[in-house]
């Protein structure tokens, strides 16, 4: 009896796993209206604070600033809405449960926007999404955003949520690697990863604990990226998918977490980066992820400059030591170099939004690549790789052999 019902369960798991890799079959981003130049931010920033007599402390900001390679960020946060809520202004003084409850509404509101792009482009009903999985450093609560979004999108009460909350950046790739492997061990799952960033958790006066607010003030905006991800395609011939998800990774570098941190403090959100540190961590220690994950897979011999990249832009200074690093053509990089550009840094989805900038450049500027790599990098200090296989579906041209 033993024996046959541990056969028995062996063939129920057999049945339970998908037969091919997962891969991304869709993806949406969303952003909020108010845009303000970086140009045009120390300005704005100083104003809103009340603190145009710090001057130096607004030549800081404007430096920083100019050093991020960003030409404008999106937000949540109007002049209108920091006016009604002065508190936010002094790090000091409690206000996270207003800042909360802000975010409660807003941040699934935007997750819904992105995740409607996607689900569209998938072509399948939101009924069809079988797995939720939701990232944000901006809500705090349960039942929390992951809820409220699967009733906006309406899917099916029976979807199986998971929400991931004050994970840093690395967490748009930590999502897609839970997707990767929901999908691949739950046959049929089509997995709707959402991920939404509000920095006005964050929005505080100049004063408070330099230099690390002047940091997070010039570099981090908000928005929202969503990705569909599923396995046997084969069964729906309506889907289309963009990169087979062959393997994926994370990687703990010991003795960094000074280097990056999140917490929820009384006044809000408090990110600490000390980039003197951060830069050259992510540089020594990318080619070390990459080179284990790929020999690992038998792709030892692939080049860096064979690879397609939708890397984090934590900053543009780590994407210029990884360029260093990895001896990387010009070019390589334009798919983070553009979201950082047009974006800023947005937290976990950013790396959404690389992927999607990185689809467009294959797919409709037909930039050649197969094998490719999404990296992510936060808190901890935490790299996530996952390795890509683009399909035909991106109208390659010279496959990688």
Not at 40 to 54: I, V
Not at 96 to 113: C, K, Q, V, W, Y
């Amino acid at each position: 009896m033993a024996s046959g019902t541990q056969a028995t369960v062996r063939e129920i798991r057999r049945l339970q796993r998908a037969e091919g890799p997962a891969a991304v079959l869709a993806i949406g981003t969303a952003n909020p209206p108010h845009c303000v130049s970086q140009k045009e931010f120390p300005d704005y920033y100083f104003r809103l604070t009340k603190a145009q007599h710090l001057t130096h402390l607004k030549h800081k900001l404007t430096t920083l600033c100019q050093k991020t390679g960003t030409e404008k960020r999106f937000f949540h946060h109007t002049p209108e809405l920091l006016a009604a809520h002065p508190h936010f202004l002094d790090g000091g003084r409690p206000s996270l449960d207003d800042r909360l409850a802000i975010t409660a509404d807003a941040a699934p509101e935007l997750a819904a926007s992105a995740a409607t792009k996607a689900i569209a482009k998938w072509g399948r009903p939101a009924t069809d999404i079988t797995h939720l999985i939701l990232s944000t450093n901006s809500c705090a609560r349960t039942p929390g955003a992951d809820v409220r979004l699967a009733t906006l999108l309406g899917l099916r009460p029976s979807v199986a949520r998971t929400l991931l909350q004050l994970n840093g950046c690395a967490t748009g790739a930590g999502a897609l690697r839970l997707a990767k492997d929901t999908a691949e061990n739950n046959r049929g799952a089509r997995v709707l990863v959402a991920c939404v960033e509000l920095t006005v958790v964050a929005f505080r006066g100049p004063e408070h604990d330099y230099p690390h607010t002047l940091i997070s003030q010039a570099t981090f905006g908000d928005g929202a990226g969503a990705v569909v991800v599923g396995a046997d395609t084969v069964q729906h011939p309506t889907e289309r998918p963009l990169f087979e998800m062959v393997s994926a990774s994370q990687a703990l570098v010991p003795g960094t977490d000074h280097a990056v941190s999140v917490r929820l403090t009384e006044g809000g959100l408090d990110c600490r980066v000390l980039m003197r540190d951060l830069v050259p961590i992510a540089a020594r220690n990318v080619e070390r992820c990459l080179s284990a994950e790929l020999e690992r897979l038998g792709l030892g011999g692939v080049g860096w400059n064979d690879l397609f990249w939708a890397v984090h832009p934590g900053t543009r200074a780590i994407l210029d030591h990884v360029d260093v690093a990895l001896r990387l053509d010009p070019g390589k990089l334009a798919a983070s170099r553009t979201v950082m550009r047009e974006y800023g840094n947005m937290f976990s989805a950013t790396v959404i939004f690389v992927l999607d900038e990185q689809r467009r450049r294959m797919e409709e500027d037909g930039e050649e690549g197969v094998w490719g790599v999404l990296m992510g990098f936060g808190t901890g200090f935490t790299i996530e790789t996952i390795v890509l296989h683009a399909t035909t579906n991106l109208k390659q041209k010279l496959p990688l052999v």
